[in-house]
C-alpha cells in the first residue's frame, strides 16, 4: 500500500529537549511538509521540501529545523528553542509541489511538553 | 484578518440531512480549492478538489465555487454518521504557492 507514515503517534517531551518527528513516504513524491494543527487556528505550514537535499521556511520555522537527504523521509526536529511545541503535526506530500497539485497527508504525531 | 475564514461550529445535523459548510476568503489570487476530511486524531483526506468556479460533484458531495463572492461551498446530501469529522477547505493560487488552509467546521451527524 502507498501511503504517509508518521511516527510516533503520541510523543512526550521534557522542557528544554530536542525531538525528532518521523515522516516516510512510498508515494514517490518529490515535495513533502510539515505542518502544525493547533485548536481554533488551522494548519500553519512550518517547512516545505521540493526536492532532496533542498528545502524552505514556511510561515512558523522558527525553533524547528528539517533535513531531506532521502526522497521518501523528511524528519521535523522540533528543537528547544520552539517555546509553545505542544501541537498535532502533519507531515503531507505531493507529486511536484506545483501548479494543480494536491497534497496528501500523514496520520499525524501529537506532541505533548511536560 | 485572515485570508480564509471558516466558522467552527459545532454543526449539528440529523442523519439524512443536507449540510452546507462555507468558506469565504479575501485573496482573489486563489484559483484551486480544495475539502478535506479529518476525523479526531487523524490526518486529512482529501475529498474534493476543483479548479475556478462552477460546480463538481462526487457521489454525496458537491463543491461549489463562487469567485465573483470569494465563496466556497460544500455540500453533503444525505447525511450519514460517518460523515461526522471537522472539514476543512483549503485554497491556493496555483504554481509553487503555498496552501492556505480554513480552521475547519466540525459536523456531528446524530443518528
Known amino acids: 500500500d502507498g501511503g504517509i507514515t508518521q511516527s510516533p503517534k503520541y510523543l512526550f517531551r521534557k522542557e528544554g529537549q530536542n525531538v525528532t518527528l518521523s515522516c516516510e513516504q512510498n508515494?514517490?513524491?518529490?515535495?513533502m511538509y510539515w505542518y502544525r494543527q493547533d485548536p481554533g487556528q488551522g494548519l500553519r505550514l512550518i517547512y516545505y521540501?521540493?526536492?532532496?537535499?533542498?528545502?524552505q521556511k514556511g510561515d512558523i520555522a522558527e525553533g524547528y529545523s528539517v533535513s531531506r537527504e532521502k526522497k521518501e523521509s523528511f524528519p521535523l526536529t522540533v528543537t528547544s528553542a520552539q517555546k509553545n511545541p505542544t501541537a498535532f503535526y502533519l507531515c503531507?506530500?505531493?507529486?511536484?509541489?506545483?501548479?494543480?497539485?494536491?497534497?496528501?497527508f500523514g496520520p499525524g504525531t501529537r506532541l505533548t511538553v511536560l | 484578518q485572515k485570508e480564509v475564514e471558516q466558522d467552527p461550529g459545532p454543526l449539528s445535523v440529523p442523519e439524512g440531512a443536507i449540510v452546507s459548510l462555507n468558506c469565504t476568503y479575501s485573496n482573489s489570487a486563489f484559483q484551486y480549492f480544495m475539502w478535506y476530511r479529518q476525523y479526531s486524531r487523524k490526518g486529512p483526506e482529501l475529498l474534493m478538489y476543483t479548479y475556478s468556479s462552477g460546480n463538481k460533484e462526487d457521489g454525496r458531495f458537491t463543491a461549489q465555487v463562487d469567485k465573483s463572492s470569494k465563496y466556497i461551498s460544500l455540500f453533503i446530501r444525505d447525511s450519514q454518521p460517518s460523515d461526522s469529522a471537522t472539514y476543512l477547505c483549503?485554497?491556493?493560487?496555483?504554481?509553487?504557492?503555498?496552501?492556505?488552509f480554513g480552521t475547519g467546521t466540525k459536523l456531528q451527524v446524530i443518528p
Open positions: 483549503a485554497m491556493n493560487a496555483g504554481g509553487y504557492q503555498k496552501v492556505t
Open positions: 503531507a506530500s505531493s507529486i511536484t509541489g506545483g501548479l494543480r497539485d494536491t497534497q496528501y
Open positions: 508515494l514517490n513524491h518529490d515535495a
Open positions: 521540501s521540493q526536492i532532496v537535499n533542498d528545502f
